[in-house]
């Protein structure tokens, strides 16, 4: 009886996340289940779902009942909000547009940089193979995309059409294009393809401590794109459920000096400063961009230069030919 | 012994020295390259990648190994892949037994029918399998609103897992028992019926004992699929950790997280099973390849 009891008092959450949020999740949920049982006297369960991004968004649209999504990029919780399960403006309602850490797109090359590469302009030299996801399908290849597109543009005399020249010159050195940033980082450090990957500062405290920290050496360019990890309630399902309060204390958390350092120890940047601060060696100072900002948002961006017959499919186009 | 083969070399004394099969007329290099040929290709194809799920399951050493089946999460979907497994193979018994019989034993309009829609599973790719209940039990399926109003939880939840499951292997057994039934025909039970059988007995005393073998065959092929069927399943699982994960689903996770021995063991162990599956069918094939062949003769 008791046991009955206890279990229909005990919440249960379901955080549908993307791939690599795993190691992240494990520690931050440990973390809130004992915030929450020790200001409310409630035990909570908190279950995880990780999938690529966009994966997990469409099983979300599908009836997969998610109190909480974390994603890596924000179009993919539009899409739930577009079917109508939560608020379109979402990203108003936490602190910066929702999203409590973010992280850089770096380069990561082999033992000693062979191919002395030091900014983007090395990866476009003949003779260098770069490692990228597809953009198409992945969220890590279209963040290195428009880095490259940014910076191209952002040289002196540089523009959009320069800009495209660069590309294709950069698409020109990739071999594979792998599905998504996990496929990438096998290619790269277990069959040991190309001379740098172009990916999440996360993944590399993942590769080092995979394949072998002294393998690896992390080069940071000149300028940069930050990929913010947006978090939202979803308030149809949390509202039905019943766990709209413990699923919001859930997401304040996140902002926490506990959440934050959580954060900083897997290798995603944090937003509060104090903390990002603190782990100044991990994290050196970077030069970064958003997309707001550089492509007037991603609904844009994607529409621009991923939609099918845009610059992305041109580019590769030309660079195949 | 010697007394009957010294007979026959007295009755027979122009028996050739060596045996050859008229048949083969091709050259001694033609057989052996042939032979070659298909040997490597087994080998390059088959055995080698089964060799290097257990050679990476194990290179961290037996330690290691069965310590990858001490996670909670594992072993959660080695549970689920039993249950799912536990309801598919029965569901798919009797219908399997149903359909054959009822193929073979009757002529009815639309028979044909029933035996194209028996094979539908075999020729949908296993995503669109998914995509169909996705489709009528999810979110914005027909049905699904209806469900979710009554809180019962279809696709994303465990039942979805079984449905898809059901769906993959429903021809195993019917498309095994079909043919066999086929050649058996319909003497012996009509022989028992006009002997005063009743349809159970007759079922139960002299078909059954006539297609058991080839029953058995096609209970193994179908708990193979059922345990190794990833694509539809993926598609409807929701992928929640320690709930809707079947231990195809959690390979692919662990080796996304970089956790090779724990991938490659639990692969391993889908690979057992299929070694097992295999040496059960060769066993039955070799133990009771008289009974089969007499079935299978009539």
Known sequence: MSMAAARADAAELLNASYDVARAVYQDLNLAFIADWKQKTGESLTIDQSHGGSSKQARAVIDGLEADVVSMNN?????????????????????????????SPILFIVRKGNPKNIRDWDDLIKPGVQIIIPNP???????????????????????????????????????????????????????????????????EVSLIRGEFGADKFRVVIPSLTVRADNPIAL??????????????????????????????????????????????????????????????????????????????????????HR | MTLSHSQSAQTLPFEPLMQRNAAITEARWVRATLTAIAILFLAGFLLLPLLSVFVTALSKGIGAYFASFGSAETQAAIKLTLLAAGIAVPANLV????AAWAITKFEFRGKQFLMTLIDLPFSVSPVVAGLIYILVFGAQGWAGPWFSAHDIKVVFAVPGIVLATIFVTFPFIAR??????????????????????????????????????????????????????????SVVSGHIRGLT?????????????YQFVPAFAVASLLALLALITLAA???LEWRFADQLAATRRH
């Open chain 1, 74 to 102: 924000p179009l993919d919780i539009d899409a739930i909000a577009k079917a109508g399960l939560l608020p379109l403006d979402w990203q108003a309602r936490l602190p910066n547009h929702s999203s409590p850490s973010w």
């Open chain 1, 234 to 319: 979803v308030d149809k399902v949390a509202a039905k459920k019943n766990t709209t309060k413990a699923a919001q204390a859930y997401l304040q958390f996140h902002y926490t000096r506990a959440a934050q350092e959580i954060f900083a120890k897997n290798g995603l940047r944090p937003i509060d400063a104090a903390v990002l601060k603190a782990h100044a060696a991990e994290f050196p100072a970077v030069n970064v961009f958003d997309v707001d900002q550089a492509f007037g948002g991603w609904p844009k961006a994607q529409a621009d230069h991923f939609a099918d017959g845009a610059s992305f499919d041109k580019i590769i186009a030309a660079a």
């Open chain 2, 281 to 283: 069918k060769s066993l």
């Open chain 2, 95 to 98: 219908f399997g037994l149903s």
């Open chain 2, 176 to 233: 095994e028992l079909i043919p066999l039934m086929q050649e058996l025909g319909t003497d012996d039970e009509q022989a028992a019926l006009s002997l005063g059988a009743s349809g159970w007995q007759t079922f139960w005393h002299v078909t059954l004992p006539n297609i058991k073998w080839g029953l058995l065959y096609g209970v193994l092929l179908c708990n193979a699929r059922a345990m190794g069927e990833f694509g539809a399943v």
């Open chain 1, 136 to 202: 198409k399908t992945s969220g890590n290849g279209r963040y290195s995309y428009l880095a490259a597109w940014q910076y191209a543009r952002s040289k002196p005399g540089g523009s959009d059409d320069t800009a495209i020249v660069f590309e294709q010159k950069l698409f020109a050195n990739v071999p594979v294009l792998d599905t998504g940033g996990r496929g990438a980082t096998t290619t790269f450090a277990q069959r040991e393809l190309g001379d740098v990957l172009l990916t999440f500062e996360n």
């Open chain 2, 245 to 257: 994960n079947t231990m195809p689903l959690h390979i692919e996770i662990l080796y996304n997280d």
